[in-house]
Each structure stands twice: as structure tokens, then as C-alpha cells.
């Protein structure tokens, strides 16, 4: 644990691996995409669809399809996730499955552990190293977001580049001196630390900190990125070290791509501007109320988002503590200033939310790691009687048993399980135990790691089964697409109950499926067919039956919080009536806070059969 090597191919390999199967679970195992995870997808296979690498849309349509229904666009973040998912569709030529969309995370994740390993291993050595990338993958909140198909694991992605490349130019060697000119005066030194040259790195990093902004909310990845380095610096209080940084070509070069995408999508949406303003700052002024969340929000979900190491993070703590204070420039200062810098400053605005931490988890895994290897020195000089494999196993084995055998009965999932837990609880903490007490420290990581790589894959599958909530709606609208398929009827998205919701559809249906911004749009003049499917909140029933006869088909089992069984996604079946007076869509404009669902409109305002019977009786 003492090794000052850097990370060896073995490691690096060991690495890459372990992440491969913990994150690749995601890939194989068929579990449903969850609502906020399918904008991501949606948008990349109507990118995949139309080849619009500019907007991302929720219905892109091809050349052949230009007429059907208005362009939706989701203007909420940048595309570089859809590029690369699309990038990664390709060679399959179809971007619909839950799998191609999920091996964009996988890589990322795996990426991101390699970073931080390669970060731990500068600063204290290979041994640990290799733990705290092996920490930061177990790590709850990263192992969740390194299943999911959401833009947040690409944001983690680009931040641990750009701390990265920090860490290289101050702590690994990556920097040129600032270039001072021939001339000795003041003026001309000046001159020199603006316009010098400087290092690869730091032209990298300039770049990378631009890249920041091509993946989530505007300016959100920046900010991220800058917290801890720009705190690392000021505390350093040495101005030579700033200086660096203040180089007018890598500002430019900084400035070029953080605001290229944002300029060329507003000069096809210049209403763009009012998605953007509004979330960030709605999230600073607590106005986009949904996220509000109170001042200790951050620092208790770190407790559970940094799981199973919270326990071990106060030990890395307290054996950081004296350096961080007492070096200026240390890597201790640095692990501090990122690990808690981030969230003090983002509990300042109103709105909150956990994974605004995942791009800040690295250095608590670091933390962890120290902390772990902390704990074994405490363990090894325990009493042999307390670290015996038979302790640990009848001190959780006999809690767990009791515990299952009153409760068991709650626990979703087949009958068996609660027995095989009582017997699992025992042999875990058992072998943990005994891995704890080889001396090397290899024999307990293999098997620390293999238990929790095992525990992970097996709690994913688990709830894809049995716990996870989207997976009731994902069932219905694959039921529904084998109706589709078998009876060849046109099937129309209403989302104007939830965007999410839309969006789910439309990614579970068959290509030719439509989206309909809201109910308004069945009297769209695009809809030749006489008799359709429409996917819709079962409480909708009565205002699609102005539009003719209509009779619900089936609905998912999945009732949302807090609501009741009109709130189910059901299938109907819809013939129009021949009274109906319609009216062309394809060419009304949907703005981007109208597809977000953010403000109201637009309507179709064609005479459904109900009115038109009213106006005949008048």
C-alpha cells in the first residue's frame, strides 16, 4: 500500500475489466429505461433518424417524413451525449434498444475510474491508486449513473478530463514555464505571460474546460469544473501558479467552444435562450420550485451517495487533515478544496439535486481509499478473537436472520429470497472477514470487490424485476408495439401530460410512430388513416372521444405517487369521425419551452365531430 510506481498495464487492465462487467450489467440485462433516462435516447435515434447534428429533437423526422407533424426540439442540454450515442449506434445501424444507448455510459464510467486512479496513483502510489478507482466504480451514486443512459455521466466525464489536466500541470510536470520575453520591463513581461507560449496541457485544458458546456445546462458544467480549481489556486496564494491560467489565446480557444453550439442553435431557435434562462436561473432563484430542496440537502445524501465507503471517508479525512491545512499545494489541500468546495457552493441556490454531486465523487473515492487503508492499520492490531471470520459472521448473520425471518414476508420478489439472504448475510461477512486479515491486502480486495461487484449485478436485476418503478409502463408499451406491429394501425404520442412520458413512448414504438404535442393535434389534416392507436393518460378518455369513437384497449399496471388509476398510460383505439374539419400541422412552430412542456400551446384549432354537432344544432 506504500508503493510510489504508477499504475502498471496489469492495473490498468484490472481496471477496465471490473468496470466492464459492473457497468455492462446495464447492457445485458434488459432492465427498462427510466423516464428522465429517455430524453437522452430519444433524442440521439431522432438525430440517428434525421442527421440533424445541430438540434436535438424528441420527434426528428427524416426527408421523407418532413410532413407529417411539427419538429419538437429539447434544447435543455447541449448534444455531445447524443453524438457520441449516435457514434456509438452506428455500426449497429439502428439507435432503439436499451443496450446501444447504454454502452455511451459504460465507457464513460470505466474512463472516468481510470482518470481517478491515474490521480491517486501521482499523488500516493499504484496500490492505491488502483483502490480508489475500484472505490470510486462501487460507489452507489456513480455505480447508478453508470448504468443509466443520462447526460450526467458524460458531464463526469468531461470534468475528470479537465481535473485531470490540472493535476498534470501542477502536480505531474505537465507545465511549461510561462515564456518571459526578451524585454526586462515590466511591460514587456506582461506581454509575455498574455501571449507566451505555453504547454500542451494547458492548451488541453482550455479546450476540455470549453468542452464543459457541450454536455449539460449552460454554463452548469463550467461552474462544476472550476469550483475546486479555482479555490486550489486563491488558497495557494501564489500568483505565479494563477498566472498560468492567464493566457488570452486559451481564452479564446476556451470561449470558441464553449459558446459555438449555443450561438448555432440560436440561429435556428433564437427562443432557445428562454429554455436556458429559465432553468439556470430558476435552480439560483429557487423559481423552478420542483427542485427546491433545503441547505443540508447535500450533506445528508452524501451519506447514502457515497455508499458503502461512508463509513471509511472520516478515517481519509483525519490522516488528510494536517497536509490539507498545512500544505499550501499539496494534494491533500487539492482533495479537500474539490471534495468540499462543490457542494458548499451549490447548496447557495435554491434548487437542488443529488446528481449535481456525481461529477465531484472522485475525490471522496480518494478519501475512501485512504481511509480504507487506515482501517486496515487500525485492524491489524485488533485482538485476533475480534477480526475471527466466525465473529463477524454469527455478529451480522444472527441480526440479519432475525430480522428477515419477522419482515421477511415485505420484501418484494419470490419466497425463497428472504431464506437465502439469512444464509448469504452469514458467508459474506464471513469471508470479509477472513479476506480482512491477509497481510498483502490483495486477499481482501479480491474478495471486498468480487462481493460487491456480485452484490451490484445481482440488486440491478432485482429491481428490474421486482422494484423498479418505470418498469410497469416500459411492459405496456412493448405490449403495445406488438399490437402495433400485428394490426399495421398508425400509433399516436400524446406527451401533453408528461414530456417524459412522450418521449418514453416514442422511443418503445416502431419508427412511423407520431407524436402528438397535445390532444389538439388529432385534428391534424396530416392523419389520413380513419381509425388509429393512441397512447394517452387514461383520465383523457372523454376528450379523445370528441374526436369519435373511442375505446380503451389496455393500460399499464403502474399507478404514478400520489395519484390514481386515471393517470395510467393506456392504449386506445380511436375512429374518427367523418365530421371533422382539420387542419394542416406540419408547418405550426412548437418553441423550445412549449416542447419542454414549460409553457402552454401550441393548439390545433380544427372542429372536433363534437362541436361541429353542436354547431348543427344551434
Known amino acids: 500500500m506504500t508503493s510510489t510506481e504508477p499504475l502498471s498495464r496489469r492495473d490498468i487492465v484490472t481496471l477496465i475489466i471490473y468496470c466492464v462487467l459492473l457497468f455492462g450489467i446495464a447492457i445485458v440485462s434488459g432492465r427498462p429505461l427510466t423516464l428522465h433516462e429517455c430524453v437522452l435516447p430519444q433524442t440521439a435515434r431522432s438525430m440517428f433518424a434525421d442527421r440533424d447534428f445541430l438540434i436535438p429533437k424528441i420527434n426528428g423526422q427524416t426527408a421523407d417524413r418532413a410532413a407529417e407533424m411539427p419538429v419538437e426540439p429539447w434544447l435543455e442540454s447541449p448534444p455531445l451525449p447524443q453524438w457520441i450515442t449516435v457514434a456509438l449506434a452506428t455500426p449497429f445501424g439502428h439507435c432503439d434498444s436499451e443496450a446501444i444507448v447504454r454502452i455511451g455510459p459504460t465507457l464513460v464510467g470505466t474512463y472516468v475510474v481510470l482518470l481517478t486512479a491515474w490521480m491517486a496513483a501521482l499523488w500516493y502510489g499504484r496500490s492505491l491508486g488502483l483502490l480508489a478507482g475500484l472505490v470510486l466504480a462501487t460507489t452507489l451514486e456513480f455505480t447508478r449513473y453508470g448504468w443509466l443512459a443520462e447526460d450526467e455521466i458524460y458531464l463526469t466525464g468531461i470534468v475528470a478530463t479537465v481535473v485531470a489536466l490540472f493535476v498534470k500541470i501542477e502536480f505531474g510536470g505537465g507545465s511549461a ?21 505555453r504547454s500542451l496541457y494547458v492548451t488541453a485544458f482550455f479546450l476540455m474546460m470549453g468542452a464543459t458546456n ?39 480557444l476556451f470561449l470558441a467552444v464553449m459558446f459555438a453550439w449555443p450561438l448555432a442553435a440560436c440561429s435556428r431557435y433564437p427562443d432557445a435562450f428562454d429554455v436556458w434562462y429559465f432553468d439556470l436561473f430558476g435552480r439560483l432563484r429557487g423559481t423552478y420550485k420542483e427542485i427546491n430542496e433545503p441547505f443540508w440537502y447535500y450533506p445528508v445524501n452524501l451519506l447514502w451517495m457515497l455508499m458503502p465507503w461512508t463509513f471509511v471517508i ?18 491533500e489541500r487539492f482533495l479537500w478544496c474539490w471534495a468540499l468546495l462543490v457542494p458548499a457552493v451549490f447548496t447557495i441556490p435554491g434548487g437542488k439535486h443529488h446528481h449535481y454531486l456525481l461529477h465531484a465523487l472522485a475525490p471522496w473515492a480518494i478519501l475512501g481509499a485512504l481511509g480504507v487503508r487506515e482501517l486496515r492499520s487500525l485492524v491489524s492490531v485488533w485482538p485476533k478473537w475480534l477480526t475471527h471470520p466466525g ?35 452469514p458467508i459474506v461477512a464471513g469471508s470479509l472477514a477472513w479476506a480482512i486479515i491477509d497481510r498483502t491486502g490483495v486477499r481482501a480486495g479480491t474478495v471486498a470487490f468480487s462481493v460487491l461487484l456480485v452484490t451490484y449485478a445481482c440488486g440491478h436485476c432485482y429491481a428490474a424485476k421486482h422494484i423498479d418503478s418505470n418498469r410497469h409502463d416500459v411492459t405496456f408499451l412493448k405490449s403495445v408495439r406488438q399490437r402495433v406491429e400485428a394490426e399495421r394501425l398508425p400509433i399516436l404520442i400524446d406527451m401533453s401530460a408528461n414530456s417524459f412520458h412522450g418521449m418514453m ?58 395519484r390514481t388509476s386515471k393517470d395510467r398510460l ?43 354537432d353542436a354547431q348543427a344544432t344551434q
Open 177 to 197: 514555464d510561462v515564456a518571459s520575453g526578451s524585454a526586462r520591463s515590466w511591460f514587456g513581461s506582461v506581454l509575455a505571460t498574455l501571449f507566451g507560449s
Open 505 to 562: 413512448g416514442l422511443f418503445y414504438m416502431p419508427d412511423d410512430a407520431l407524436l402528438l404535442h397535445n390532444l389538439s393535434f388529432l385534428g391534424a389534416k396530416e392523419i389520413m388513416a380513419p381509425e388509429v392507436f393512441v397512447v394517452a393518460m387514461a383520465s383523457l378518455e372523454n376528450e379523445i372521444a370528441n374526436w369519435g369513437t373511442v375505446e380503451a384497449l389496455e393500460s399499464s399496471l403502474r399507478i404514478p405517487r400520489a
Open 214 to 252: 457541450l454536455v449539460k445546462g449552460l454554463v452548469f458544467g463550467t461552474v462544476m469544473a472550476s469550483i475546486p480549481l479555482a479555490g486550489f489556486l486563491v488558497l495557494s496564494l501564489q500568483p505565479q501558479r494563477i498566472a498560468k491560467y492567464v493566457w488570452v489565446w486559451g481564452i479564446l
Open 570 to 612: 393506456t392504449l386506445f383505439r380511436l375512429r374518427f369521425s367523418e365530421r371533422i374539419r382539420r387542419l394542416p400541422a406540419h408547418e405550426i412552430r412548437v418553441s423550445p419551452m412549449q416542447a419542454m412542456n414549460r409553457i402552454a400551446g401550441p393548439n390545433l384549432v380544427p372542429q372536433t365531430a363534437t362541436q361541429v
Open 391 to 425: 465473529i463477524s459472521a454469527l455478529g451480522y448473520g444472527v441480526p440479519a436472520a432475525v430480522a428477515l425471518t419477522l419482515w421477511g414476508n415485505k420484501i418484494p420478489g419470490p419466497e425463497w429470497l428472504p431464506m437465502a439472504l439469512i444464509v448469504a448475510i
Open 314 to 331: 472520516p478515517l481519509g479525512l483525519a490522516v488528510t487533515r494536517s497536509a490539507a491545512w498545512r500544505d499550501r499545494v499539496s494534494p
